[in-house]
């Protein structure tokens, strides 16, 4: 278990993947600051490399460093993009296991979450700075506050006609869909045997959510399953010959054989409300008629 942060505690943020300014995460260093935290700026912030954070040698170097730093207690990713799984497997994590921190971040950042998963560390997928002054994200802000503070979670969401009902529960892990797929037979790919996985994506076509939903059920993700929580499916795309199903119709259609305890709709992914789940913990999730309830064990 990773100890809650104390004001004082060194809070890094860097980039692992995409590209990102000074001034996208100054709005972040405010709030962190206006929690007591200290924070420690990567050498990724306000570098560029093409479309990346710097080149992957410098990527490499930043979060190597923060992973080794017995002083930073959190590293926040300052945002997704591309570019995660292009350095992760020239990353040392020994002086991490040694020492486990918070690891935040989504989208992009799903490989590192499950990377870390892999060691039996916790993180946290949840909000980044790239979004803490978007409209409508102050409940996300709050609910990162209370995982890294060590705080209660209980959260509750509204029913949606998709919904199978049941309760089960199981460690959570889970994120961006795009990115499970992608890390399946890799060092970060994950076993969900007996878990809760929740899934989340942005901007891809609907033929290709049908197709990592198809991959994900034939490399035994979806079988053994304790639940799914399904996220935003946020501006999915379509061609002009229509795929003829929305992306939860897809994903409803995969798991229908499957009995174990299904929500939608569930506000995670890329939309202002991205609530804060911690990857790894044992958690219960009660879908019922009137609504769903997810709560930490």
Known sequence: MIKPLQPGDKIA???TARKISLAEVEFAIQVFESWGLEVVLGRTIDTAYHVFAGDDALRIQDLQQALDDPSI?????GRG????????????FTKFRQHPKWIVGFSDVTALLCHVHNLGIESVHGIMPLLFSKEGAAPSIESLRQVLFGEELNYTAASHAFNRTGTGQGQIIGGNL????????????IDTTGKILFLEDLNEYLYHVDRMMVHLDRSGKLNSLAGLIVGDMSDMLDN???FAKDAYEIIAEH??????PVCYGFPVGHEPLNLALVCGREAKLEVQEDGVRLGYI
């Open 240 to 242: 002009a010959d229509p």
């Open 178 to 189: 795009s990115l499970l797929d992608s890390i399946i037979g890799t060092k970060s790919d």
């Open 13 to 15: 943020i860097l980039a």
């Open 255 to 260: 798991v229908a054989k499957y009995n174990y």
């Open 73 to 77: 207690k959190t590293i926040v990713c």
């Open 81 to 92: 993009g591309y570019g995660t799984t292009r350095i992760i497997d020239q990353v040392d």
